[in-house]
């Protein structure tokens, strides 16, 4: 499995971006699927975005679509999630999680390997 750490998180007013980073360490990292998660007070964690192995297809939740970016450079063995117009309601922590499969899911229960989690907070 991978040992992922993000960074990146932190407060931000409304409209405002943030650039979350999930770093992997461990084996082969290019040949893992990528998503992100979200999970806020009280709520189930969130599907938030995901990437295949070689950063060529990517998903989004809906409402992330629009406003929220995946990449990934395997060289760094990093994957990056731009969140712009940033809204309260993306307040949460932010996890990064991959699983063994070039094809990315958007179900928690896929992914293998999971990282602590970044605090986003959004104030309006």
């Given amino acids: 499995q991978a040992q992922l750490v993000e960074s990146g998180g932190g407060m931000v007013q409304a409209g405002g971006s943030l650039r979350l980073s999930c770093a ?20 189930e964690r969130e599907f938030v975005a995901a990437i295949t192995w070689n950063g060529r297809s990517t998903a989004y939740g809906d409402s992330m ?3 929220f970016i995946i990449a ?3 060289a760094k063995n990093t994957v990056y999630l731009q969140m712009n117009s940033l809204k ?8 990064c999680a991959a699983r063994t499969s070039v094809s990315p899911s958007v179900d928690a229960h896929d992914y293998a ?9 959004v104030s309006s």
Avoid: L
Avoid at 24 to 43: T, Y
Avoid at 113 to 121: A, E, I, K, L, R
């Fill in 72 to 74: 990934r450079d395997n």
């Fill in 65 to 67: 679509k629009g406003r």
């Fill in 88 to 95: 309260p309601e993306d307040t949460a922590v932010y996890y």
């Fill in 113 to 121: 390997s999971w990282g602590q989690g970044t605090q986003v907070t």
């Fill in 24 to 43: 992997a360490s461990g084996r082969a990292f290019s040949v893992f699927a990528v998503g992100w998660f979200r999970q806020a007070p009280g709520k």
